[in-house]
Every structure is written in C-alpha cells, then in structure tokens.
C-alpha cells in the first residue's frame, strides 16, 4: 500500500505540492531541493541523464558543490543513473534522498557518510541492496520501497540504530529473517510483496510497534503477532486471511485495519481499539443466556411510534 506524501508524514516535512521549484528544500532550510522548474527542463534531464559523461551528470545534478548548511541533499526525481561521487565527500551530511531515480548501485565511498541517519532509495531500479549501505551505522529511515529486491543481506543487521524500514511493493515473498535482527526497529512497512508468512523470530523486536502488511498473500493472520502485545498498529488488509482470531489480549493495540480480506469475523479487540473493516461498527452478539433480556431491553428503550395525523377534511 503506498501512502502519498509518507516522507512527509513521517518526517515532518511539506508536501510535494509545497516543493514546487523554485522553492528551497523540503524543510524550508539552505539544503538543495533540486528539482526542475518546468516540462522542459525535465525532459532535457531525462534526455541527458542517458549520457555518462561527467559534465552532463553535473547538469542533471545541478549547482551542488557544497554540502548545504542544514546537512540535507534531496537528488530525488532526477533521472540519475549513477550517483554523484562528489556528494560523498560531504562527510557531515545527515539526510539524502535519492528517490525516483535510475539507480541500480552505489559506489563504495558512499561509506564516508558516517553522520547519515535518513538514506531514501525507493522507487529506483535496486535489485539487490549495495553492501555499502550496511556501513552507515547511524541510519535510523531506511526507504527501499518500490524497487526489485528479493532478499535483504545478512549485513543489515549491523544497521542497529534503524527505527523505520520501507519495503513496500519490492518482490519479497518472505519477510528476510535479518529483520528480525533489528532491535530499536518500531515500523515496519511490508505492504505490497509476495508474503504468505511472518517468521517466528520477529516477537524479537520489542520495540516495534507498527506493522503494515496489506497487499500481500497471507492466507492466515500470522501467529507471531499474537505474542507480540507491545504492537499498536496492525495493517492486514488486502490478503486472503479468511478467519481472524481475538485480538483482545494485545494491551497496547490502537489499531487494526482487516479490510478486503474474505474474513467470516472480525477481529475481537480489547476496549478503545478502532477497528477499520467489515462488521468494524457491529454490537458484539450478547451471549445466549443474556439474548431475551438484550432484546426485551431493546424494546423498552424504543421511542413510541407519532400518532396517525386525521385526514385533513
């Protein structure tokens, strides 16, 4: 499931709308939000980015000689095909976004960014993760969605300050067991792959508190989040998930969203919980010794019907 303007929700940054050119950076700051002014200056960039040249890199690139004084570089939506080794020299740089791009790797100096805490990678041509990634300790955003990827590499695991994971519409068709390694993780966007189940490992995670999980095949609701009563969010919806077990024992859950799913119940929750899906809103079912008072006090509590207006003569 894409969220439109998800960066900036989770971030705190304006909208899309509000980064129009010839506007500063995402964050109103000094960075350079480095996108084209018009039509045809994007189609010019797309034209030039096929050429590799280093002077028609620098075009598409742009005027980036410094590192910006809010430590922020946003290289999204500019048709790259290489990224600009240059930037790798700014060793202060504490956000980069590379989104909406033609990248399929990085280069190893990328490893001199040892500040960087938010890397955005998603909707680009990755179809595996560049090793290189794995070395950028202080990375706590981490957006792979909409790319290629099929697994994730062991060494994901040395990403230890991680908070938020991507991986939104890649090609996974089970959740990489080095997710499980990720102990500060607190959201986890799975939605839109190929998953049919969730491993055992991942109640691991005690500080994760939001799952997002629709669009894929689960064909039952995955029992690892059952022992997982420290989630606030879960998002099943779009699966095949055709019963739901109860819910009510997850003492922290605000949230749960079973939509489009061909479920025969709804999820039982403890009080408080909104419930986003069928039968979301119904009155529980009293049990059947309570049902004839349920109903005769139903009945009661009904308003008289008006009485009948005589014919107007």
Same mark, same amino acid.
């Given at each position: 499931m894409i969220i439109p303007g998800y960066k900036e929700r989770v971030e705190g940054i304006p909208s899309s709308e509000q980064r129009a050119s010839p506007l500063p950076d995402r964050a109103g700051g000094q960075g350079l939000a480095l996108r084209p002014a018009s039509?045809?200056? +994007?189609?010019?960039r797309a034209l030039v980015a096929f050429i590799p040249t280093d002077r028609c890199q620098s075009y598409v690139v742009g005027d980036l000689r410094e590192m910006p004084l809010d430590r922020m570089v946003d290289l999204s939506g500019r048709q790259l095909r290489r990224f600009p080794l240059h930037v790798c020299s700014f060793t202060e740089l504490v956000k980069l976004y590379l989104s909406d791009n033609h990248l399929h790797s990085l280069p190893p100096d990328l490893a001199q960014l040892q500040n960087l805490q938010i890397l955005a990678l998603d909707f680009n041509n990755f179809k595996a993760l560049p090793q290189v990634v794995c070395t950028l300790k202080q990375l706590c955003i981490l957006y792979l969605g909409n790319n290629k990827l099929c697994d994730l590499p062991e060494e994901l695991s040395l990403l230890q300050n991680l908070r938020t994971?991507?991986?939104?519409? +890649?090609c996974l068709t089970r959740l990489p067991d080095v997710v499980c390694e990720l102990r500060l993780l607190k959201t986890l966007h799975a939605g839109s792959n190929a998953l049919r189940l969730l491993p055992g490992q991942l109640r691991r995670l005690r500080e994760l508190r939001t799952i997002w999980l629709s669009g894929n095949q689960l064909a039952d609701f995955p029992p690892v989040l059952l022992h997982m009563p420290f989630l606030e969010v879960i998002d099943v919806d779009r699966n095949s998930i055709r019963s739901f077990p109860s819910l009510a024992h997850l003492t922290n859950l605000k949230?749960?969203?079973?939509?489009?799913?061909?479920?025969?119940?709804a999820p039982k929750v403890g009080k408080?919980?909104?419930?986003?899906g069928r039968w979301a809103e119904e009155t529980p079912e009293p049990e059947a010794r309570k049902a004839r008072r349920y109903a005769l006090a139903k009945e009661e509590n009904r308003e008289p019907p008006p009485p009948l207006l005589p014919p107007s003569s």
């Open positions: 039509h045809m200056g +994007n189609t010019i994971l991507w991986l939104e519409s +890649n949230l749960v969203i079973y939509d489009h799913n061909p479920c025969r119940n408080g919980v909104r419930r986003v």
